[in-house]
């Protein structure tokens, strides 16, 4: 009998071994563009960083990324980088702005329309 295995991988900013589904995927793509990897399956060079701003800075500021994806990463890309992080992460604390529960009870009336009596 032996335990499952939780598969780990390093994050790019804070160097510690988490499991891969806690961390978020950063990928760059064949034709080199950078982006956050959310579904888990892009195409590419992919390296991985905690969902936070402060990971993902570290990883910046040590150029980790850089290294890891053999080659420059702009600026702007970054912005991207650091403005999806939140909304990709997964859901663990830290509730920010704003709470998903828009509309839950909108209109129950949706389907009066049906012309079930033919
Ligand atoms: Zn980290």
Not at 57 to 81: D, H, M, N, S, Y
Request: overall charge positive.
């Amino acid at each position: 009998m032996r335990q499952k295995k939780i598969p780990l991988r390093m994050c790019t900013g804070c160097g510690q071994m988490k499991p891969k589904r806690e961390l978020v995927r950063v990928v760059k793509s064949p034709e080199g563009e950078v982006s956050l990897d959310t579904g888990g399956r892009k195409p590419g060079r992919g390296a991985y960083v905690c969902p936070d701003a402060a990971c993902l800075k570290a990883a910046r500021k040590a150029r980790r990324f850089e290294r890891a994806f053999q080659g420059p990463i702009p600026a702007e890309v970054w912005e991207r980088l650091e403005q999806e992080l939140p909304a990709v992460a997964p859901s663990s604390g830290t509730p920010s702005a704003a709470p998903p529960r828009a509309d839950s009870h909108a209109n129950p009336r949706d389907k009066e329309a049906a012309p079930d009596d033919a």
